[in-house]
């Protein structure tokens, strides 16, 4: 079992992936940045849920496991000669 459900995403739905995640991270920053009681500018606040959202939506669609490189063909070796 490779530990993998579903395997990787297709690159649309890792792109769509990515932007729900930054929007929302950006939203929920400006939101916390002006609504919280420490005084942060809600462009402060925009700017670390970006930051937040760019992490998060990395870790969401990058693979971790390595995959191994398929080569097609044959590949001559040393001692075969025509």
Request: hydrophobic share 50%.
């Amino acid at each position: 079992m490779s530990g993998q459900l579903i395997g990787p995403l297709p690159r649309l739905y890792s792109v769509l992936t990515a932007v729900v995640a930054l929007v929302a991270f950006l939203g929920a920053g400006a939101w916390l940045g002006h609504l919280t009681i420490v005084p942060v500018p809600l462009p402060v606040g925009a700017v670390l849920g970006g930051l937040a959202g760019v992490t998060v939506a990395w870790a969401v669609v990058h693979d971790s496991q390595r995959r191994r490189l398929r080569v097609r063909g044959r590949r001559p070796h040393v001692g075969d000669q025509k």
